[in-house]
Structure formats: C-alpha cells, structure tokens
C-alpha cells in the first residue's frame, strides 16, 4: 500500500524526579509527508500518567501529529516531583494500529523515572508491655489487668488489639473484653463461674503492617477442700 510507515524510539530515555528532568519519545514516518499524520499510541508501564509524568501542558496524550512535510515529531513527558519513596519507575509507549498508517519496529519503547526521594526507615513493630501472670481464687468474678501499647511511627489510638484464650473451658473469647485508649489499655477477664484451671491468654497489637503478640497465664485456683472432721474421740472408761 501507499500508507506511511511510522515508528517510535526513546530519544532521552532517563527522566528524573530531581529538577523535573524530562524524557521524549520521538515519532518518525517513512513515505509519504504531504499531509499532516495522527498516530495513536498506548501509555503503559509502572508510571502512572498524571501521577508520576505529564506534558508539558499538564495533559497525558495518546496521539501526537506529524506536521505537513515533516518526517517527525516529538513528544516530552516530565516527572511529577512528589514526596513520595517510589523507587524507578517506567513509562511504556507501544503504538496503536490505524487505518492511517503501518507500523513498523520499534514500536514499543521506553523511559525510566528516577526517583528523588529517599528509602523510608523500615517499619518497626509495636510494642505491648505491662502483662504478668495472674492467679485469682475460683469464684472470682472478674478481673481487669491494665498494659500499655505503642510504636514508633503510629500513633498509640491507631494501633489495634485482638486476643485469644487457650482454655475456653474456663474462659472463653466471648468473656474477654478490651478498654481504655491511646496507650493505656486494659483488659478484662470473666472466667465461668465455678470453674477453674488455667489458660495461655494471648494480646495482640498491630500497626496496620506489622504486629507483635504478648501471653501471659491466667489461672483460677480450685477451692481449697474443708478440713475433714475430727475423729470420734471415745468416752473414758
């Protein structure tokens, strides 16, 4: 056919965040320049346009035009320099087919985004503390036990708690309740009424992201028995 042949290369294949350094994709036909040509072409990549790259004119085309003559054109993408760690990044662009012209290779291409923005620290791992073991008589009602939670990059009310009963023969997850706020938090223990033993109970605080667990053992002693009854003591002869 009479058709241009079109294809794409990275002319500056490295943006930067840093100075918003830009990258450009150039345009080229073979055959015929009397008219002007659109060619369509894909956007793809771990960049994502808007967010990490635009034009210079704020947009994210998916055609750019040949002028009348010309044998090319160009298309600059600039960096968006947030103040996120986003490590390199890459924009891909294939072309789209057309009635209007044929593709020829390369066809698809692409520009690496440097990042600006340092690693952040790793998350570190809440910390629970103030748990001890716990021994009540049988017959104890209940029993509040207070600890402190925290961490380093979340704030203390942001952090949640979960727990778990070993035992729940004597005390079950539905006689467990949580309270307090922010740092200070408490717990409380129902253990079934008349019932006794021990159980591993289990605190859990988590950031979100990571999460560390604390145990400590709770035991309900057994009544102590009553003493057995003096013996008969017989009468003196």
Do not use: C
Not at 73 to 92: K, M, N, S
Request: proline share 11%.
């Amino acid at each position: 056919n009479n058709l241009a042949s079109v294809s794409v290369v990275a002319a500056d294949t490295l943006a930067s965040e840093a100075g918003q350094d830009s990258g450009t994709f150039a345009f080229t036909r073979k055959g015929d320049k009397q008219n002007a040509l659109t060619v369509k072409f894909q956007l793809a990549g771990t960049a994502t346009k808007f967010v990490d790259y635009r034009a210079l004119d704020g947009t994210a085309p998916d055609t750019v035009t040949i002028p009348a003559g010309a044998a090319a054109t160009a298309l600059t993408l600039y960096p968006v320099d947030d103040a996120l760690f986003e490590g390199r990044e890459i924009i891909e662009l294939k072309l789209a087919a057309d009635a209007a012209y044929n593709i020829e290779t390369p066809n698809a291409v692409t520009i690496d985004i440097e990042d600006n923005d340092p690693r952040p620290p790793p998350n570190s791992a809440p910390t629970i503390a103030g748990l001890a073991d716990r021994t009540v008589a049988a017959g104890t009602p209940s029993v509040v036990m207070g600890f402190t939670v925290g961490d380093a990059e979340t704030a203390p009310n942001q952090l949640s708690v979960t727990y778990s009963s070993s035992n729940p023969s004597l005390l079950p997850n539905g006689n467990i309740a949580l309270g307090g706020s922010g740092a200070s938090r408490t717990i409380t223990l129902n253990p079934i009424g008349g019932a006794a033993g021990s159980t591993v109970v289990t605190l859990t605080v988590s950031d979100g992201t990571t999460s560390t667990s604390r145990t400590f053992v709770f035991d309900v002693a057994a009544p102590t028995p009553p003493p057995p009854p003096p013996p008969d003591i017989p009468p003196p002869p």
